[in-house]
């Protein structure tokens, strides 16, 4: 049985928790691959709203092993408290496991992230302020911590000694802040390894078993498409791979042992932090997406920048992320909008212009429109394509054609049975255990 990547088509946010939630039903194994606290997924279940940030969208199902990857940066403390929520919420987390190769977001990681966004001020990317990039950083410039050192106090302390005096400098000769002592980052980072002694282990391992066994492995993606390091509008991207491709490093897997990969888009476009955003909107449409659609940050609880889809990067993402089939999510915030657009390209200086662009011609793009007609009735009750508005059922036709694969599930509502089995749906046929319970 082949693995199934849950991918972000846009910026982030498209409710890819709820989409690896729902498929997750009939795998054994959910994987995080890439990313770290950044990430925000919610999970709905009945009234109890579960938002995570480190563990995969899988936990919920008591058969799963949830899995975080060599791909995640992991803060040790971020994760313990995670754990510890779960648990107190009923969730039984003793199968979760994460990779010793991961690397460890460090106090001074978080501190340089923030003081380098506070300096910048406004001009900065607005990450979330979690360590992100200093500590894949310090994976690329070889002088990270892995989540196994934190099992090894001696080789820890060698590693520390190291780099510590390096990032100490940059904290107080660039940004003027204190040092942080070894000592002190030592115990609290052996503390931290005694905690997760016996989740942290070869997951690779644990990945390749499960696949020859012939189990399902689903492998969950952070953030999104748009904000990948190489896909994305860099410098206002994240440090990591969020596209398919990531999950092959990140996750432990081989491209040839990845059967499907289901891109996840909303019904319109929203973006947190800085960066071009051809489509978005100041005016009254924005303010209904952002109201409706309660678009403020699961992390950060920042509001998100809303706008129209941007169809000009869909065949892009479908692309590089190799899509077999999309879940649409949100088409139930669009009701009550008169009209309704879609972005199906670009004039840049009165020139037609296609995704990719280059950032600075990205920030004065013109978005090139189609408008639709928009629908009134609530479709958060619906759960047959043909009890679908006219309309809702034609703007759901156009994305699919734009997209090029088709929309295999659309969701109307955070509710895992809030989800319309539209077909055809090649590709997540084998995750048809998921498919029953919502088409019942
Ligand atoms: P993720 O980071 O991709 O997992 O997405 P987030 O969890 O940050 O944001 C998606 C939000 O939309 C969450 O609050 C979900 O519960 C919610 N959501 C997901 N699908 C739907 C849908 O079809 N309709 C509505 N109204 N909310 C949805
Ligand atoms: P999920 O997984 C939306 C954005 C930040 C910032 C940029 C870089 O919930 O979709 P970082 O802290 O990663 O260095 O910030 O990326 N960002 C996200 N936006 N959803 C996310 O995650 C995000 N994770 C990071 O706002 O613009
Ligand atoms: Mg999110």
């Not at 899988?58 to 648990?87: C, F, K, Q, W, Y």
């Not at 002592?181 to 609290?188: F, N, P, R, S, V």
């Not at 879940?327 to 669009?334: F, Q, R």
């Amino acid at each position: 049985m082949p693995a199934t990547v849950v991918v972000g088509l846009q910026w982030g946010d498209e409710g890819k928790g709820k989409t690896t939630d729902l498929l997750a039903r009939s795998v054994s194994l959910v994987v995080r691959y890439q990313g770290g606290d950044n990430a925000g997924h919610t999970v709905v279940v009945g009234d109890e709203v579960f938002k995570l940030h480190l563990v995969p969208s899988g936990v919920l199902h008591p058969h799963i092993t949830p899995v975080i990857g060599s791909g995640v940066v992991v803060n040790p403390r971020i994760l313990l408290d995670e754990i510890a929520m779960l648990e107190e919420r009923g969730v039984d987390t003793s199968r979760v496991r994460v990779s010793r190769a991961a690397h460890v977001i460090m106090p001074y990681h978080v501190e340089l992230d923030r003081a380098a966004e506070a300096r910048l001020d406004n001009e900065g990317i607005g990450t979330t302020r979690r360590g992100i990039g200093p500590a894949y950083a310090d994976r690329a410039w070889r002088t990270g911590i892995r989540m196994g050192d934190l099992l090894r106090p001696a080789t820890l302390r060698q590693k520390l000694a190291r780099v510590l005096p390096e990032r100490n400098a940059i904290l107080h000769e660039t940004f003027g802040l204190p040092a942080f002592e070894l000592d002190a980052i030592q115990a609290d980072a052996v503390a931290w390894g005694e905690q997760l002694t016996h989740r942290v282990v070869d997951t690779v391992g644990l990945v390749q078993g499960a696949l020859a066994n012939g189990e399902h492995v689903l492998l969950e993606g952070a953030q999104g498409t748009l904000l990948d390091l190489d896909h994305g509008t860099y410098p206002f991207v994240t440090s990591s791979n969020p596209t398919a491709g990531g999950a092959c490093n990140g996750g432990g897997v081989g491209p040839r042992q990845i059967g499907q990969v289901i891109g996840v888009m909303k019904a319109y476009s929203t973006r947190v932090g800085s960066g071009p955003f051809p489509t978005e909107l100041g005016d009254e449409p924005g303010r209904h997406l952002l109201e409706k659609g309660r678009e403020f940050g699961t992390t950060t609880g920042r509001r998100r920048r809303c706008g129209w889809f941007d169809a000009a990067t869909l065949p892009y993402a479908v692309a590089v992320n190799s899509v077999s089939s999309i879940m649409l999510n949100k088409l139930d915030i669009l009701s009550g909008l008169p009209e309704i657009k879609l972005c199906t390209g670009y004039r840049v200086d009165g020139v037609s212009a296609t995704w990719p662009l280059e950032v600075d011609d990205l920030e004065r793009a013109q978005p090139v429109y189609e408008t639709f007609a928009g629908w009134d009735a609530d479709l958060s009750g619906i759960r047959r394509m043909s009890e679908l508005p006219a309309a809702a059922a034609a703007y759901v036709d156009v994305l699919e054609e734009l997209a090029g694969v088709p929309i295999a599930l659309v969701s109307v509502g955070p509710e895992r049975n809030q989800t319309i089995v539209r077909g055809p749906v090649d590709g997540v046929r084998e995750l048809a255990g998921a498919l029953e319970s919502v088409a019942g």
